[in-house]
């Protein structure tokens, strides 16, 4: 089993910035991607970046330019710099781990409120 820990979530005035992270415990195989999904009342969880163990990012066009992210192998933690933050990025955002085979791992989710 694999459990999921999210941090730095809360209140920030549009143009604010916020890091996310993510720290994954347990059983965790070396070869993985992590990510971030983020999701607001009546719409689908949107994937909002992913890396993979070798570093190699993958980003929605929404959020290139301003965020970023990031991961410590050895911490097995994943985070998400979140710059020039808008009411549009005000979401619940979920860490993920997908291993190498099986069912990926979600976090309980964190609450980022931009306020205008």
Request: glycine letters at 12%.
């Amino acid at each position: 089993q694999v459990q999921l820990v999210e941090s730095g979530g809360g209140l920030v005035q549009a143009g604010g910035s916020l890091r996310l992270s993510c720290a994954a415990s347990g059983s965790i195989s070396g070869i993985n991607v992590m990510g971030w999904y983020r999701q607001v009342p009546g719409k689908q969880r949107e994937m909002v970046a992913s890396i993979t163990a070798g570093g190699r990012t993958t980003y929605v066009d929404s959020v290139k330019g301003r965020f970023l992210i990031s991961r410590d192998n050895a911490k097995s933690t994943v985070y998400l710099q979140m710059y020039s933050l808008n009411a549009e990025d005000t979401a619940v955002y979920f860490c993920i781990l997908r291993p190498p085979t099986g069912m990926p791992y979600w976090g309980q989710g964190t609450q980022v409120t931009v306020s205008s």
